[in-house]
T-cell receptor, first 112, second 108 residues
Framework: DADVTQTPRNRITKTGKRIMLECSQT?????MYWYRQDPGLGLRLIYYSFDVKDINKGEISDGYSVSRQAQAKFSLSLESAIPNQTALYFCATSGSGADGYTFGSGTRLTVV | RKEVEQDPGPFNVPEGATVAFNCTYS??????FFWYRQDCRKEPKLLMSVYSSGNEDGRFTAQLNRASQYISLLIRDSKLSDSATYLC?????????FGAGTRLTVKP
């Protein structure tokens, strides 16, 4: 089993729909992150959490929300999806930032 | 100006070539540095950490120049399997910033 699991792997949704992307990890890490990747822009941080009760906005949090349901679970929601949220989304975990991150396999989201 | 900048490439090199990538970062308070490798449509994976003293792992050598605020990655004796996008990563205050990546294609 993968250390960091994302579901779904691929999703096509319509504009205005609410969608949730889920992430779970078995590494026992406290820190979890959501990134989106767009061609030519690299990975950009959406939200991050250092503990179950800790939620922080990243560079591009508008239009997104998150929930840290447990140490091992961190979900990302798009309340009302729009086409420019079409991207590849990655969840990541770390024990401490200095050690680098472990990424999930990604969720390819298309908003039509 | 982006906080972490990389030449997007693509770099197209023959097998056996030596190739070097550079990355610059704008914030002098940055604390930790990494190179990640990302294959097409896959997740980034840690390639190696980068230290001022240099870090070598087989055919790969990473170097940090704090004074000039740049990071380099050298790949010697390129293999077909080295074809990927290489991401420069900088951490400051637990905030991890990625370069947009440099694409490498190694050809037979």
């Amino acid at each position: 089993d993968a250390d960091v699991t994302q579901t779904p792997r691929n999703r096509i949704t319509k504009t205005g729909k609410r969608i949730m992307l889920e992430c779970s990890q078995t590494k026992g890490h406290d820190r979890m992150y959501w990134y989106r990747q767009d061609p030519g822009l690299g990975l950009r941080l959406i939200y991050y959490s250092f503990d179950v009760k800790d939620i922080n906005k990243g560079e591009i949090s508008d239009g997104y929300s998150v929930s840290r349901q447990a140490q091992a679970k961190f979900s990302l929601s798009l309340e009302s999806a729009i086409p420019n949220q079409t991207a590849l989304y990655f969840c990541a975990t770390s024990g401490s930032g200095a050690d680098g991150y472990t990424f999930g396999s990604g969720t390819r989201l298309t908003v039509v | 100006r982006k906080e972490v900048e990389q030449d997007p490439g693509p770099f197209n090199v023959p097998e056996g070539a030596t190739v070097a990538f550079n990355c610059t970062y704008s914030n002098s308070a940055s604390q930790s540095f990494f190179w990640y490798r990302q294959d097409c449509r896959k997740e980034p994976k840690l390639l190696m950490s980068v230290y001022s003293s240099g870090n070598e792992d087989g055919r790969f050598t990473a170097q940090l120049n704090r004074a000039s605020q740049y990071i380099s990655l050298l790949i010697r004796d390129s293999k077909l399997s080295d074809s990927a996008t290489y991401l420069c990563v900088v951490i400051r205050d637990n905030d991890m910033r990625f370069g947009a990546g440099t694409r490498l294609t190694v050809k037979p």
